[in-house]
């Protein structure tokens, strides 16, 4: 009978042992939008992923909806180590990043799939020292950027003197266009435009369905303006922490968080826009080439301007933006513009 209880004793023990050594370590990642928009719902997949790769070695708790730390406080929250990872919109910290913000320069990115999968092969080849204190784990980038208003904008003469709300290189090209951009990040938006801050905003067609902003927003005018790129960032004392079978694993699915977070936005954008035609018989604008063409020659500007801004930070801008197209093109003849 001792000898029973001695060896069940013994397998309760080696349970319990087995069962703390699965879920060794919790990490926290921290989000800034609500859960329902992209950048979460990407977050929420690379936890799954992470979690059945590691068999439960690591645990992933989540916080969106800025909850642990929000937009601006991002970055310097994962470096300090308040969240081990954070997901940052890069033009949201101006002159922070001269490398990769070359992913929000005007040059025509139609495709979510196509402009993430470049961003991640930029990142790789040039590892720039401005993510060079942290470590990166995925990047992306929203979808090309249109215009949602309160008032109609049928043609790029009615932008005159509207107040619209963006972020990084398209406050720029808002104001060559004579429209006035309000600079904030994503989360503060619902508010200015409830309180009439702002009569509507630029960014991609997920947020008429995930922020609702349909409702408000009943005019939509398809401008092709630039993608915002993100990263994906944990404190690097945290990763220098973590076993080696650990690193590999999340490092062999950053690519893939890439492609998947790309693919996911781009059906997205197409399913938030019929909703919300179904749902608030919201009326899309279509711009004349010629009026594209403005558009493309008021924003040539800024090109030269991220030159002369990386080659300020000893970075070889010629070189990241040749790499850049290149990759852009080989990247819409294999998944299409
Ligand atoms: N267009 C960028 C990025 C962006 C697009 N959709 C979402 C949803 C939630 C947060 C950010 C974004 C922007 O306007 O900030």
């Given at each position: 009978m001792r000898t029973l209880i001695t060896l069940l004793a013994a397998a309760a023990l080696a349970c319990l042992m087995a069962a703390t050594a699965v879920a060794a370590t919790t990490l926290t990642y921290a989000n800034f939008p609500?859960?329902?928009t992209f950048p979460c719902i990407q977050m929420e997949r690379w936890k799954d992923k992470v979690e059945k790769r590691t068999s439960g070695a690591l645990a992933i708790q989540t916080f969106p909806?800025?909850?642990?730390?929000?937009a601006k406080n991002m970055l310097r929250g994962v470096q300090t180590g308040q969240a081990d990872i954070g997901c940052i919109s890069?033009?949201?910290?101006?002159?922070?990043f001269p490398a990769m913000s070359?992913?929000?320069?005007?040059?025509?990115?139609?495709s979510t799939t196509v402009a993430s999968l470049t961003m991640w092969d930029l990142y790789q080849k040039y590892?720039?020292?401005?993510?060079?204190?942290v470590k990166v784990l995925t990047v992306f980038t929203s979808a090309p950027s249109n215009i949602m208003s309160r008032?109609?904008?049928?043609?790029?003469?009615?932008?005159?003197?509207v107040e619209l709300r963006a972020s990084g290189s398209i406050l720029d090209i808002l104001s060559a266009l004579g429209a006035r951009g309000v600079g904030m990040p994503m989360s503060q938006t619902p508010e200015a435009l409830q309180k009439g801050v702002v009569k509507g905003l630029v960014s991609s067609?997920?947020?008429?369905k995930d922020f609702n902003f349909a409702e408000l927003c009943r005019y939509e005018t398809i401008t092709n303006m630039p993608v915002y790129p993100f990263a994906v960032i944990m404190n690097k004392a945290r990763w220098d922490s973590l076993p080696e079978d650990v690193k590999k694993t999340l490092d062999d699915l950053g690519r893939d968080q890439a492609l998947w977070t790309g693919q996911y936005l781009d059906k997205h954008i197409h399913d938030s826009l019929e909703w919300s035609r179904e749902q608030y018989q919201v009326e899309v604008f279509t711009l004349t080439e010629a009026e594209h063409e403005e558009i493309r020659a008021k924003s040539a500007g800024l090109i030269d301007q991220w030159k002369a801004d990386a080659a300020k930070a000893d970075l070889d801008a010629d070189a990241i933006l040749a790499d850049m197209l290149a990759l852009k093109a080989q990247y819409e003849a294999e998944h299409g513009k």
């Open positions: 609500p859960a329902s909806g800025s909850t642990l730390l929000g890069l033009p949201y910290y101006p002159g922070v070359a992913l929000n320069l005007p040059v025509a990115f139609t590892q720039p020292a401005e993510l060079g204190d008032v109609p904008v049928r043609q790029l003469s009615d932008l005159r003197g067609f997920d947020v008429l």
